[in-house]
């Protein structure tokens, strides 16, 4: 037997490590040259993922029967695209078999990145494989058996004892050589890899055998020849040999074996010779026990030339092997015998165990399966699987435990209710589970059986025969559901269309109903009941006895009629029930027609529509009315006509004669089909080429030509016909287009300006004429003249509807008259326009005639220019000192201007523009003067410089220094400044622009300008500047202390706000004297009050304060002594309050130490309700309190007051009170016995709190509240 396998593309790599899941390859049995083999193990390994199989084909033998048993492992190597590898068996007496790895083009396409295993069967052998649905197919050579690897990996192949493999390499093939375990080996192989195998003797129950079926065939392919499956029972268990190293990758130069492998391959072939001569019995005994179904097998089979006597069974025998294989064998963990790196070189397979499902809640109808998720065995321990890892199927079959299953639930879920099920019918139950990581695994089958119910509704019941008073029925039985039937019901509506009532009950099947009403329609209905119940009622019968014939009904009556069609309609002959059942027969002969009646409707409808017919003819109808006892005699005839069809449309209309400018006379031919009618009436429509589809009528009537008057000339006009008939009115003609003659053009309308007229020019306009005789206007043509006798000219010819007439005098009045043309001729002239034209602007000025009157002032004239029609309304001068640069200065109509406040020794500009009514003229020619020199300028910048600015201090406060900026000097240089203030006194300078008056009163505004001058005089002076010297020093304010308090003095000084509100105010300097005996600063700033803090109680303290302003720093004032008082005692704690008796009790408190030697007095106040009264006062911290009343609330407080001497006598100075005690009086024997309860009555008594503790409570809560608001705010509102 030959093992092929084709690889995919794109294979993966593969790692030179052992296969997790080795599946061995395993021969059935040899004898002779008959060979059966199995690969019930190696097509499991296989089914674990999504398992594909194709039917065996025929193959040529290529290899000899082998004589001997053996089992190959492939080797897990690394093999490149395009490689095969060849697993190859050698034998003394025959060429073994072989695992190829090849390509097919055929898988391409469905094995990407899988391998295709092709096992080639050899004459004489048997290869044995596992279907998918649990059968065993039995395949004898020669034969191909092509499988497939889901993994793209190498199937691993187990080496039986007494053998090693050896990859060899030969024209790139690879091979993997079993040789039985001697150095000596084919010649033209390579030596044997340098490995030690390993062997055991396993017990049949250590082969896997997987849970699911191995290789279903292919879909498409063909199912395996019958002559190729048998049925066999399982294999022997051989030897099984397993390999620990890993093999290396593509053709290697192997090595001859060491001598440490060497002493372990004797030592194991020992061991093993040992083992086979003491027999298959003790293999059982030493080895774990299988399962009864391999142990049955093995000891009653018989090997006779590869087949066994198993092999005569039934197929309940294979049925069992798979049940076997479904729950699985325990795997020993090892022989005991075996060396340590054989131990842990071998891997323990896992088997699924699957419980039986279970049924419960057996309806008629439904049933509920339950099972519990599968179990892992191994090690003869068992393992809970997680079930959310499972995917079960629900397969229900109700023809036996070998029929059909059908699939009805796949899911996660252990219970599942099967609905839909059958009566009383026996059900096949089986549960199958599969996951990503596990094999597929089917669970035992369970039988169940439904429960019997009421029976099925029956078929409706048949007439069988019926008379005029009387029905037949029967009927047939419907399915039992498990349970006889033993009755029927039978209902009718008793033929009057209302409830049913019973009509028979019993258990025929058939009833005869008799005194029935002829020609009447009845209802029935039946049910079955057994048992159990009874069941739905069937569907309805309706059926009608035997009547009379009908008598004739009346005629039929048209209700519409139409070109080729008649509506009639009728009634049902009198004293027949509405609930007859009537069908009518409607005949009709055609006039004129020799064929007579023939039938036009036959059914039961009281209406119908005969259609086909012929227009404008006459027909006669009559009617029968038909039913199961006959047909009635014919209604009375009528005769109606189907309606005429409109007629067809006149020829086209034609002209007939000359067309004229407003006229035309048309005519046309009658329909060539009329309709079936007469033509009554002619209408011809007209419509313009320019009206778009808008047609009018213009004549009506039976004549067959018009005249067509009142036309435009030169106009297309569109002609169209149609005729009315007793059919209706018929399609228009074909359209006849006209068109009228043209005449010239008609007169056109004045002219009129265009635009305002111009001086020298006009534009005009005008419309088209009204008509433009049928023809367009070519051509405009313009004609003048200066008054109606002169002679006119043309001044315009063309085809727009304006022109410009140039050439013409201002003020003027023209005639003008227009014509208009077109291809016919001229047109006549329009009416007389007069248009006047616009006066146009004056002329230029003269240049202007310019004389100096002073340095600053000049007199310019100018003459009267030529004004063009109109009078000179006003005169515009421009002036300027640059050509290019001038500006008007005058406007108005005077010839003359003085032009004022001009710079002395400056050349001057000026030209003159004169306007009327009509618009400015040019301006005139350009006049030039140069005014005489005169006085400087007036001193545009004087400012004073502030104290930064100067170069040397100056004393400010007699001091002022000034700056300025040279004025223009008017053509003559500047010799000095004289500058004016105080009362007009006058301070003269050279030619400097600064200066420093000295001399002045402190603190005084000054008023200051100044003037320059020069050869030629002095000019004006600046504008004036105010100025103020600083004051002098201020004096020290007077300084008091006007809040005094034990630890802080506020000081006041002078007259003012506390705080500063004018800007620059006098600062002032506060000092107070150290304990050194040294002054310092301890405020400055514009305030007039300041506190002192965190001072000495009952200590003199020394201060002195000093003024500051912009005139420097005053003197200090002298010095002020101003002492802290006694500070109170602080608060206490609040007193504890003890009761000693019914009517007394003893309050205390904590002392205070003396204060500087000051003792120490207290004040106890005792609160009642609203009312306070001071019940101690000393110098004791404790006081008994009598006259109590019980039953009664009291509160307690104290203060600590301190008693000093001074000048006036003893004084006394209190602190704050302290927080109130609560105490509520009772009496003594009840006080004893809460005391003796137990104390923790006294500590969960909770004491009431004060005004200060509620207080400070509040602001806690509303802190809170305030914190969680803002965060609420913060976080979703502003986030």
């Known amino acids: 037997m030959v093992i092929s396998a084709m690889m995919a593309d794109q294979p993966p790599p593969l790692e030179a490590t052992p296969i997790l899941n080795e599946v061995p390859l395993l021969p059935h049995m040899v004898n002779g040259d008959t060979t059966q083999q199995t690969v019930d193990q190696w097509g499991g390994w296989y089914s674990q993922q999504n398992p594909y199989s194709v039917p065996a084909t025929r193959h040529p033998p290529a290899h000899l029967p082998i004589n001997t048993l053996k089992r190959s492992r492939l080797w897990d190597g690394a093999h490149g695209e395009g490689d095969r590898i060849l697993i190859d068996r050698f034998s003394s007496a025959s060429l073994p078999p072989c695992l190829l790895l090849d390509r097919d083009p055929r898988w391409r396409k469905q094995c990407r990145n899988r391998q295709v295993i092709l096992v080639q069967v050899n004459p004489g052998e048997t290869f044995t494989i596992r279907t998918e649905d649990g059968h065993i197919q039995c395949i004898q050579g020669p034969a191909h058996v092509p499988m497939m690897s889901p993994n793209g990996s190498v199937p691993p192949i187990f080496v039986p004892p007494g053998y090693v493999s050896q990859v060899v390499e030969e024209n790139g093939v690879r091979k993997v050589i079993v040789l039985p375990h001697s150095t000596e080996f084919h010649p033209s192989m390579h030596p044997p890899p340098p490995h030690v195998p390993h062997y055991m003797h396993p017990h049949p129950a250590l082969l896997p055998h997987p849970p699911h079926p191995v290789y279903p065939p292919v879909p498409g392919t063909g199912e395996i020849p019958p002559q190729f499956i048998h049925q066999h029972p399982p294999p022997p268990s051989p030897h099984l040999y397993q390999e620990q190293e890993s093999r290396s990758h593509g053709r290697a130069n192997f090595v001859q074996r060491d001598e440490r492998t060497l002493k372990m391959q004797e030592h194991l072939k020992k061991r093993l010779k040992d083992r086979q001569a003491s027999g298959h019995t003790n293999n059982k005994m030493n080895s774990p026990p299988s399962s009864p179904h391999k142990v049955n097998n093995s000891s009653s089979t018989n090997v006779q030339n590869g087949l066994g006597k198993g092999q005569q069974g039934s197929g309940g025998q294979i049925k069992q092997k798979q ?40 309806q008629a109808r439904s049933a509920v399966v339950s099972w519990s998720p599968p179990v892992v065995s191994q090690s003869e321990e068992t393992h809970n699987l997680t079930p959310t890892t499972f995917t079960f199927e629900v397969a229900v079959s109700n023809s036996g435990k070998n029929g059909k299953f059908k699939s009805v639930y796949t899911g996660e879920e252990t219970t599942f209710t099967l609905p839909d099920l059958r009566p009383a019918t026996d059900y096949h139950v089986r549960v199958s589970a599969s996951s990503s990581s596990t094999k597929e695994t089917v669970s035992e089958l369970a039988s169940f ?72 329609k009845y209802t029935f209905r039946l049910a079955a009941k057994n048992d159990i119940g009874m069941s739905g009622f069937s569907e309805t019968l309706v059926c009608y006895t035997v009547g009379i014939v009908p008598p004739p009904p009346l005629s039929p009556r048209l209700t519409e009629a139409g070109v080729t069609w008649l509506s009639l309609k009728w009634s049902p002959p009198n004293g027949v029930s509405s609930d007859d059942s009537l069908t009518y027969i409607l005949e009709m002969e055609e006039e004129g027609s020799d064929y007579g009646f023939q039938a036009g ?92 589809n808008k047609w009018e009528t213009v004549y009506s009537g039976p004549t067959r030509e018009h005249v067509c008057a009142h036309l435009k000339p030169g106009t297309s006009y569109r002609l169209r016909v149609y005729c009315i008939g007793s059919g209706g009115q018929s399609q228009a003609s074909d359209v006849l287009i006209v068109q009228t003659a043209a005449v010239p053009p008609g007169p056109c309308h004045s002219l009129c300006l265009a635009s305002k007229a111009k001086p020298k020019e006009v534009s005009l306009q005008w419309d088209p004429p009204s008509t433009d005789g049928g023809s367009e206007v070519t051509e405009y043509i313009v004609e003048i003249a200066n008054c109606d006798q002169d002679e006119r000219k043309q001044v315009y010819r063309g085809q727009t509807l304006e022109c410009t007439v140039p050439g013409l005098l201002p003020g003027r009045t023209y005639c003008f008259w227009i014509r208009a043309a077109n291809k016919v001729g001229l047109g006549p002239y329009s009416e007389k326009a007069e248009i006047s034209t616009a006066p146009g602007p004056p002329d230029p000025c003269c240049v202007p005639l310019l004389s100096c009157k002073t340095a600053t002032c000049v007199v310019a004239s100018w003459e009267i220019p030529a004004c063009n029609g109109a009078d000179v309304s006003e005169y515009r001068l421009e002036w300027g000192q640059v050509e290019g640069s001038m500006h008007i200065i005058y406007s108005g109509p005077l010839l003359s201007y003085e032009v004022k406040g001009l710079t002395p020794a400056t050349t001057y500009y000026c030209r003159v523009q004169a306007v009327n009514i009509t618009g400015a003229g040019l301006f005139g020619e350009i006049g030039m003067i140069t005014t005489p020199a005169s006085v400087p300028a007036a001193v545009s910048v004087l400012h004073l410089l502030e104290e930064d600015q100067m170069e040397a201090p100056l004393p400010l406060s007699t001091c002022l220094a000034l700056h300025w900026e040279e004025p223009c000097c008017h053509g003559a240089e500047v010799l000095g400044y004289n500058i004016e203030y105080g009362e007009k006194q006058i301070s003269t300078v050279n030619r400097v622009t600064s200066h420093v008056l000295e001399n002045l009163q402190p603190d005084t505004l000054y008023r200051i300008r100044i003037q320059a001058f020069n050869s030629l005089g002095a000019g004006p002076f600046s504008p004036s500047i105010k100025a103020k010297t600083k004051p002098l020093p201020p004096d020290p304010p007077h300084l008091e202390c006007v809040v005094f308090s034990y630890q802080s003095l506020k000081l006041k000084w002078g007259e003012g706000p506390s705080r500063a509100l004018i800007a620059n105010p006098t600062q002032f300097n ?16 514009p305030c007039h009050t300041y506190k002192m803090q965190r001072l000495s109680e009952s200590t003199t303290y020394f201060f002195k304060i000093q003024a500051c302003n912009d005139a420097g720093e005053g003197e200090f004032s002298e010095v002020y002594a101003f002492s802290t008082t006694k500070s109170p005692p602080p608060a206490l704690k609040a007193p504890k309050v003890h009761q000693l008796g019914d009517n007394i009790c003893e309050v205390a408190w904590e002392p205070l130490q003396p204060m500087k030697g000051d003792a120490i007095v207290y004040i106890l106040q005792l609160a009642s309700g609203r009312e306070v009264d001071q019940v101690y006062k000393g110098p004791e911290t404790s006081f008994r309190f009598t006259n109590m009343q019980t039953n009664c609330e009291y509160r307690f407080r104290v203060c600590a007051g301190r008693q000093y001497q001074d000048s006036t006598g003893l004084q006394e100075l209190y602190g704050p009170y302290s927080p109130s005690t609560a105490f509520s009086s009772q009496k ?22 004060s005004d200060e503790q509620f207080a400070f409570l509040l602001l806690i809560i509303f802190a809170t509240v305030a914190i969680l608001f803002a965060v609420i705010i913060q976080y979703f509102v502003i986030k």
């Not at 060396?339 to 165990?353: A, H, Y």
């Not at 209902?491 to 005194?515: L, M, P, S």
């Not at 089909?673 to 429509?685: A, K, Q, R, T």
């Not at 003594?1228 to 709190?1249: A, F, H, N, V, Y």
Request: charged share 25%.
């Open 449 to 520: 059986t439904t429960e019997s119910c009421e029976p099925d509704p029956p078929a409706a019941p048949k007439v069988v025969n019926k008379t005029k008073n009387s029905l037949n029925l029967q009927w047939k039985s419907s399915n039992d559901n498990g349970s006889k039937v033993t009755n029927y019901l039978l209902e009718w509506d008793e033929g009057k269309n209302r409830a049913f009532k019973e009509c028979y009950y019993g258990h025929q099947k058939q009833h005869k109903i008799t005194k029935l009403s002829p020609s009447t």
């Open 1228 to 1249: 003594q024997e009840l006080i004893s016995q809460c005391s003796d309860t137990g104390p923790d009555l006294t500590k969960s008594r909770r004491k009431p709190l």
């Open 601 to 692: 409707y036959n059914g039961d409808e009281l209406s119908c529509t005969l259609k086909d017919l012929r227009r404008s003819t006459s027909y006669k109808f009559r009617l029968f009315a038909h039913n199961t006892e006959g047909k009635s005699g014919p209604s009375e005839v009528v005769e109606y006509s189907t309606s005429p069809d409109k007629p067809g449309a006149p020829s086209k209309p034609s002209v007939k004669g000359k067309i004229h400018s407003h006229n035309v006379k048309v005519t046309w031919d009658p329909p060539k089909d009329n309709g079936g009618s007469e033509i009554s009436m002619y209408v011809l429509e007209m419509s313009e080429a320019s009206a778009g």
């Open 1070 to 1085: 506060l000092q107070m004297e150290d304990r050194f005996g040294r002054f310092i600063t301890v405020y400055s700033g």
């Open 323 to 362: 049940v076997g294989k479904a729950r699985g064998s325990p795997v020993p963990s090892g022989d005991s015998g075996m060396g340590e790196s054989d131990t842990e070189s071998r891997k323990s397979e896992e088997l699924l165990s699957f419980s039986k499902p279970t049924v419960s809640a057996i």
